[in-house]
């Protein structure tokens, strides 16, 4: 039993693999597509939130859908409207049409990856070692996907892309499958409670990844779009979205390795302030080749953030609960990605003022990180005195 749920486990992280190169192949390079149509900045601004508006509508009912024991639907339902999404991109003629498959897209993310998270939460080993790598499958996705995607673009065009990815999430799907026949899970459909979410350690995690999604989100649309704008090759554009890709993976590697031996908090304190200081040095002259060193800083400090806050947000609910966890902590990126880059682009106009607007959204998630750090500091040590 114990190997059929080891081998499940590393089936469903090569779904996941699968299914997240897939959307980090063309994240970087749809703000481009976009322009390539003829979108101008206030429309490129709303591909995004095209996106996550859907997610965000749909990630919490899928958490609940999870507790009651519907992940294989929602797995499956999840690729398939993915793959329709990449059919539109494909054929798509205008910004309007993009648009459509964006909201399908959201759809079929908020459908898997809460689904995803929450396959891991029922590992035969323990959860945070399974959260971790989960982790890092999407952190390696992360890293192959701009260079897979840029490369392709470069070779083949973007109609090319979307026939790749779509048979990627066709794979994803058919080792879900596979892996659901072996995973052993509760189905006394025990029920979630809101009210299990009341935990602050919860509630700190959630709002630190929806500050950080504020300035991500932006960065990864309007750094794009403006290289496209102001005649900067593909290839600076692809280097900088890969060397983040690559050392975030590292990042997360260390994190999966040594997962008994750190303190999430301090991780993910440390980790927020690198990725914001790696993004504001970029910001200051996004076409310079500087920009390549400073993307470290921005891989490695996403790498220690994402991982440290999904691992102190769901060990933080009660196992009954942790599906409707999964899918209203993962739909605070997506509240991220609605408001940050419209907000972003009517504080700043244009898509480098935008970009350097989106640092100053993001900066109240890190001292609300050291804020619960030090107080709870001060906790442990009268606790001790005691």
Same mark, same amino acid.
């Given at each position: 039993?114990?190997?059929?749920?080891?081998? %499940?486990?590393? @089936?469903?992280?090569? *779904? !996941? &693999?699968?299914?997240? =190169?897939?959307?980090?192949? +063309?994240?970087? #390079?749809i703000s481009r597509y976009a322009v390539f149509l003829g979108a101008v900045e206030q429309?490129?601004?709303?591909?995004?939130?095209?996106?996550?508006?859907?997610?965000?509508?749909?990630?919490?009912?899928?958490?609940?859908?999870?507790?009651?024991?519907?992940?294989?639907?929602?797995?499956?339902?999840?690729?398939?409207?993915?793959?329709?999404?990449?059919?539109?991109?494909?054929?798509?003629?205008?910004?309007?049409?993009?648009?459509?498959?964006?909201?399908?897209?959201?759809?079929?993310?908020?459908?898997?990856?809460?689904?995803?998270?929450?396959?891991?939460?029922?590992?035969?080993?323990?959860?945070?070692?399974?959260?971790?790598?989960? %982790?890092?499958? @999407?952190?390696?996705? *992360? !890293? &192959?996907?701009?260079? =897979?995607?840029?490369?392709? +673009?470069?070779? #083949?065009?973007?109609?090319?892309?979307?026939?790749?990815?779509?048979?990627?999430?066709?794979?994803?799907?058919?080792?879900?499958?596979?892996?659901?026949?072996?995973?052993?899970?509760?189905?006394?459909?025990?029920?979630?409670?809101?009210?299990?979410?009341?935990?602050?350690?919860?509630?700190?995690?959630?709002?630190?990844?929806?500050?950080?999604?504020?300035?991500?989100?932006?960065?990864?649309?309007?750094?794009?779009?403006?290289?496209?704008?102001?005649?900067?090759?593909?290839?600076?554009?692809?280097?900088?979205?890969?060397?983040?890709?690559?050392?975030?993976?590292?990042?997360?590697?260390?994190?999966?390795?040594?997962?008994?031996?750190?303190?999430?908090?301090?991780?993910? *304190?440390?980790?927020?302030?690198?990725?914001?200081?790696?993004?504001?040095?970029?910001?200051?002259?996004?076409?310079?080749?500087?920009?390549?060193?400073?993307?470290?800083?921005?891989?490695?400090?996403?790498?220690?953030?994402?991982?440290?806050?999904?691992?102190?947000?769901?060990?933080?609910?009660?196992?009954?609960?942790?599906?409707?966890?999964?899918?209203?902590?993962?739909?605070?990126?997506?509240?991220?990605?609605?408001?940050?880059?419209?907000?972003?682009?009517?504080?700043?106009?244009?898509?480098?003022?935008?970009?350097?607007?989106?640092?100053?959204?993001?900066?109240?998630?890190?001292?609300?990180?050291?804020?619960?750090?030090?107080?709870?500091?001060?906790?442990?040590?009268?606790?001790?005195?005691?």
């Amino acid at each position: 039993m114990v190997l059929k749920e080891h081998t %499940s486990e590393i @089936i469903f992280n090569v *779904a !996941t &693999l699968c299914f997240f =190169i897939s959307l980090h192949s +063309i994240s970087p #390079y749809i703000s481009r597509y976009a322009v390539f149509l003829g979108a101008v900045e206030q429309e490129v601004a709303l591909l995004g939130p095209a996106l996550s508006a859907t997610a965000i509508s749909f990630r919490p009912l899928s958490g609940f859908l999870i507790d009651r024991g519907r992940l294989k639907l929602l797995i499956i339902a999840g690729v398939f409207l993915t793959i329709m999404a990449q059919i539109i991109y494909g054929l798509s003629n205008s910004i309007r049409i993009v648009y459509i498959g964006r909201i399908i897209h959201g759809l079929g993310v908020a459908l898997f990856i809460p689904a995803s998270i929450y396959t891991a939460t029922v590992a035969g080993r323990g959860v945070a070692g399974a959260l971790a790598w989960r %982790s890092t499958m @999407i952190g390696l996705a *992360a !890293t &192959l996907g701009p260079a =897979i995607g840029g490369m392709v +673009i470069g070779l #083949y065009g973007y109609q090319t892309l979307f026939i790749f990815t779509s048979i990627l999430l066709t794979v994803s799907a058919l080792l879900s499958l596979i892996a659901l026949k072996n995973l052993r899970y509760a189905r006394e459909n025990r029920r979630g409670y809101l009210g299990d979410l009341c935990r602050v350690e919860f509630a700190v995690a959630s709002t630190a990844i929806l500050c950080y999604s504020l300035m991500y989100n932006s960065f990864t649309l309007f750094l794009p779009a403006y290289h496209k704008i102001a005649g900067v090759d593909i290839t600076l554009t692809t280097l900088i979205f890969t060397i983040i890709s690559l050392f975030n993976l590292i990042s997360r590697i260390i994190i999966s390795l040594l997962i008994n031996r750190i303190r999430f908090q301090v991780v993910a *304190a440390i980790g927020y302030g690198m990725a914001l200081f790696g993004v504001l040095l970029i910001a200051v002259d996004p076409t310079s080749p500087q920009v390549l060193m400073y993307a470290i800083a921005t891989g490695i400090g996403g790498g220690l953030l994402i991982p440290s806050l999904q691992v102190i947000a769901i060990l933080s609910i009660e196992g009954r609960s942790r599906g409707i966890a999964s899918g209203i902590y993962t739909a605070m990126f997506d509240i991220g990605n609605i408001i940050g880059p419209p907000t972003a682009m009517y504080l700043g106009s244009t898509y480098l003022e935008a970009l350097r607007a989106s640092i100053c959204l993001t900066s109240p998630g890190l001292a609300i990180l050291l804020t619960h750090i030090t107080l709870t500091s001060i906790h442990i040590d009268k606790t001790q005195r005691k």
